[in-house]
């Protein structure tokens, strides 16, 4: 049954990697610990192996549909490493609830500036 | 005075890039939740060329992260995350091709939602 629901919600992380060009790791990570019983790190490293193999995927079937700007890509991932570093090095200093009132701070913020962008444009 | 965000495509793109690594060292996340809306509020990008170029990005991110946090902690559990990989493979082909059905006004919206269920999440 558990490994039904893990599934199940892979399958909706790799639909939310393809419809908004997410990772699939915000739903990932909770199938591995909640279902699977992986703990909190293991998830969170196992998620962006399969992380990975969503993006590629998803990537080559944008790509095909014309979606995808490869320099830009390129360059952002390429460019990604020192933030990695910066976020390991934040992640161990800085107690984790802070992280977390901040980053769901800083997503309502961005949802809604989306939002209100959306509801501007003609449909 | 002029923005304060860097003006250069070049630096924008750099900065990105690091805000993404920031976060993917921060919460395990590949980034697409920092990349997408910038590439759209900095670059103008439509929904579908964003999700796209961030899919692309992720590629590179996830492969360094998951390198990282495999070499540091040694704890990607190779085997599972192959078996799971499969299922989100389909979801994956399936949301993409969904995409290019529905308005780029839809996508902004879903995108809205998740990061509305991601606040949440981190918050309670």
Do not use: C
């Amino acid at each position: 049954m558990n490994e039904l629901l893990a599934i199940l919600v892979a399958v909706a992380g790799g639909l939310a990697g393809g419809l908004v060009g997410v990772g699939g790791g915000v739903l990932f990570v909770p199938a591995l610990t909640i279902f699977l019983g992986l703990n909190q790190v293991d998830a969170e490293s196992t998620s962006l192996l399969m992380i990975v193999i969503v993006a590629l995927v998803g990537a080559m079937r944008q790509s095909g549909y014309g979606n995808v700007n490869v320099r830009a890509g390129l360059v952002i991932g390429a460019l990604s490493p020192l933030g990695v570093l910066i976020g390991v090095v934040v992640a161990n200093t800085v107690s984790q609830r802070t992280l977390e009132l901040a980053f769901a701070a800083l997503a309502l913020f961005v949802s809604f500036q989306l939002v209100r962008r959306a509801l501007r444009l003609p449909a | 005075m002029d923005s304060e965000l860097p003006s250069r495509p070049l630096l924008k793109l750099a900065a990105i890039g690091t805000l993404a690594g920031v976060f993917s060292g921060l919460f395990g996340v590949g980034g697409g939740t920092v990349i997408v809306p910038l590439l759209i509020f900095w670059f103008g990008y439509g929904e579908r060329l964003a999700t796209g170029t961030s899919l692309a990005a992720i590629v590179l991110i996830g492969l360094l992260g998951a390198l990282l946090q495999g070499g540091i902690y040694g704890n990607v559990h190779v085997g599972t995350g192959l078996l799971l990989s499969i299922p989100a493979i389909g979801g994956v082909v399936l949301g993409t091709a969904i995409q290019q059905r529905i308005s780029q006004r839809a996508v902004s919206l879903l995108f809205a939602a998740l990061l509305l269920g991601i606040a949440i999440e981190l918050i309670l």
